[in-house]
């Protein structure tokens, strides 16, 4: 059992309110996606988990006990920092041998070696294992440091943008990786990224947070068809939501401020006439840069789109998003 | 012409001056920049060197200059190397070398280790514990003088406190065997802060987020200094060995004014005994061979250790 419950935690550094009064459950065995623009509370988050800061207020409960008067090494969790953080006077083999020689664990040394030759092949560095820590890539770095929490097998593991240094193909590849780890192993799992494709295709649940407040939590499906806010709404999709005063179209409901239009909410081919301002072959994907009522709107289209800048094309909102003057979402289900 | 700065200035130049700088090369201005110093290094080092070189090879007497100079070969390094007392203050010059070293380092380590820790007021500690430091070696020396006074000594009044023994009862700088440790503890206490600052500099230079990833990989306090602190301080450490090595090789000031060398010359350190037979015994050749002999040495020591130091700090 290792569910993480955060019951009303806050935590202030000098003047900034880092996180106010957030509470969560993480189920055991969950995949958590925390989202949100840098200094929303994503690392502060991960940090109190591991122990590395104290909440002013609240608790934190990891496997149904409360874990303030405990140290990060008795914890037990594995953290993967967004700085890297790896021993610059060891080796590769000595980074990712120094967690499995804790006394705690006592390892022995054959079963060291193995593991570290493991996951060093999982994370395609088993090449660099002499090298210094220091004579690494950024990419190749923060395999390291990734490699060095995968090692052992703690309650949590905690992420902060892991996979942020790679390319595409190697990102793809971790991804994949991770996700299958993460099951195969049963652990809970608060990863931090900003990346749609991650969040969306990784998590059990995402929690959105916005200055330091958790607006947000829920399966990545209920969070993208019916965030809360005009803020949450921006944090997912590809492209971004284009978000519209709501009078443009006819059928408002009454108050509503803004509207806003997924490209899956655009159907094209009736309704009002709007120009194309350009067109990206994505190659998955192509999307229309839209002129529509003195603002520019993006949708998608099929892939081999024979539209080419200055075409008219005529399009309507089909089971849009609805939000007042404060940004909250009026409309319920999609 | 157009009246831009630029083409101002270039016709401010005047002619001829422009067109020989403009004869001359890259290397050659170098040359004409670095020609002055390499003038005053050749006159005031290299020269005095050769010709110490040269010395050493005769038996020239300084305060005899009209005397015929003679070569007489190797004989000076023979009598150098098979001569008691030189053997005698290389050892007084080893015994204060390893136990300066050893405290300084011990104590130095742990004071910046200590001072390291966030407390308040810790910035008003490191200028109070620096301040033997800046004070002059003579002074220093002068004043020990006085705390190491059996009579009326505070340093013989501290420790009759603490052992209950009678202050008169023993003399640091009368006594053969207490003078080559009082010079210990009077350099120890003048360059402790030396190494500490050094090791400090060490210390500050390991981010927290370092030791932050060794207590979620679940590294006890302990196993943290021995893995991380010690490793990174290391080649900080070894930097502060080396400039205290090399200077209390040619300790003389201090010294001098706490004992003269003596009692008898159980504190004659090398470059003391260098100086009394340089210009109190006036056997200039001889004493030139060796100078020459401990200058090879502290250079023979240094790049060995220079060598192990990079080592160190590449691994």
Request: glycine share 6%.
């Amino acid at each position: 059992m290792s569910e993480v419950v955060l019951e009303s935690v806050s935590k202030r550094f000098g003047d900034t309110l880092a996180l106010a009064d957030v509470s969560m459950v993480v189920p055991d065995g969950a995949f958590v996606v925390l989202l949100g623009p840098t200094g929303a509370g994503k690392t502060t988050t991960l940090r109190l988990i591991a122990g590395l800061d104290r909440p002013d207020t609240g608790n934190i409960v990891i496997a149904g006990q409360s874990v303030l008067d405990y140290t990060p090494a008795q914890r037990d969790v594995a953290m993967v920092f967004q700085q890297y953080s790896l021993y610059p006077h060891l080796t590769v083999r000595e980074n990712l041998a120094f967690p499995l020689k804790s006394p705690l664990l006592n390892t022995p040394a054959d079963e060291v070696e193995r593991k570290v030759r493991a996951v060093a092949e999982t994370l395609r560095i088993p090449h660099k294992l002499d090298n210094k820590a220091t004579e690494l890539s950024g990419g190749e770095m923060q395999r390291v440091s990734i490699g060095r929490a995968l090692v052992r097998q703690p309650q949590i593991y905690l992420m902060d943008e892991p996979l942020s240094s790679l390319d595409a193909k190697l990102r793809a590849e971790l991804r994949v990786e991770l996700k299958h780890i993460q099951a195969n192993l049963g652990a809970t799992m608060l990863y931090v990224t900003h990346d749609q494709i991650e969040a969306m295709t990784m998590a059990t649940h995402i929690g959105v947070l916005e200055e330091g407040r958790l607006v947000q939590f829920g399966a990545p499906r209920d969070v993208y068809e019916n965030p809360v806010s005009t803020y949450v709404a921006t944090r997912l999709g590809q492209p971004r939501i284009n978000l519209l005063p709501a009078d443009l179209f006819p059928g408002a409901p009454s108050g509503a401020e803004t509207i806003g239009l997924r490209p899956e909410h655009i159907v094209q081919g009736e309704g009002q006439p709007a120009t194309v301002l350009r067109v990206e072959h994505l190659g998955d994907q192509t999307r229309l840069h839209l002129r529509f009522g003195g603002h520019e709107v993006v949708t998608t289209t099929e892939v081999h789109s024979h539209h080419a800048q200055g075409d008219e094309i005529s399009i309507r909102p089909q089971s849009a998003l609805y939000f007042d003057a404060a940004g909250t979402c009026m409309t319920t289900g999609a | 012409m157009s009246e831009s700065p630029i083409t101002r200035m270039a016709e401010a130049t005047p002619q001829p001056l422009a067109r020989k700088v403009r004869g001359l090369s890259d290397r050659a201005i170098a040359w004409i920049f670095v020609a002055p110093t390499i003038f005053l290094l050749l006159a005031v080092n290299i020269f005095p060197l050769i010709w110490t070189i040269n010395l050493s090879f005769t038996n020239f007497k300084a305060n005899r200059p009209n005397r015929e100079v003679e070569y007489i070969g190797l004989r000076n390094y023979e009598r150098i190397l098979t001569d008691s007392d030189i053997w005698l203050s290389m050892q007084a010059t080893a015994h204060f070398l390893f136990w300066t070293i050893f405290f300084q380092v011990l104590i130095g380590f742990t004071l910046a280790w200590l001072i390291n820790k966030k407390f308040k007021g810790n910035d008003l500690w490191t200028t109070i514990i620096v301040l033997p430091m800046m004070l002059s070696p003579a002074v220093v020396g002068n004043f020990w003088t006085f705390l190491y006074q059996p009579q009326i000594g505070l340093f013989n009044y501290v420790v009759a406190f603490f052992t209950g023994a009678d202050p008169s009862s023993f003399e640091m700088l009368g006594s053969v065997q207490l003078a080559p440790w009082a010079i210990v503890i009077v350099d120890t206490w003048m360059w402790t802060p030396f190494v500490m600052l050094i090791c400090l500099a060490g210390l500050r230079s390991i981010p927290d987020y370092i030791y932050e990833a060794a207590e979620i990989d679940r590294a006890s306090k302990w196993r943290q200094f021995w893995t991380i602190t010690v490793p990174m301080v290391m080649p900080f450490l070894m930097l502060a060995v080396l400039f205290r090595g090399i200077e209390n090789f040619k300790m003389f000031d201090l010294v001098v004014q706490l004992t003269g060398g003596g009692p008898g010359s159980t504190t004659e350190l090398a470059s003391i005994n260098l100086k009394r037979e340089a210009f109190e015994k006036w056997r200039t050749g001889y004493s030139s061979a060796f100078a020459i002999i401990l200058f090879v040495t502290v250079f023979g020591l240094a790049s060995i250790y220079v060598k192990a130091l990079n080592k160190v700090k590449d691994r």
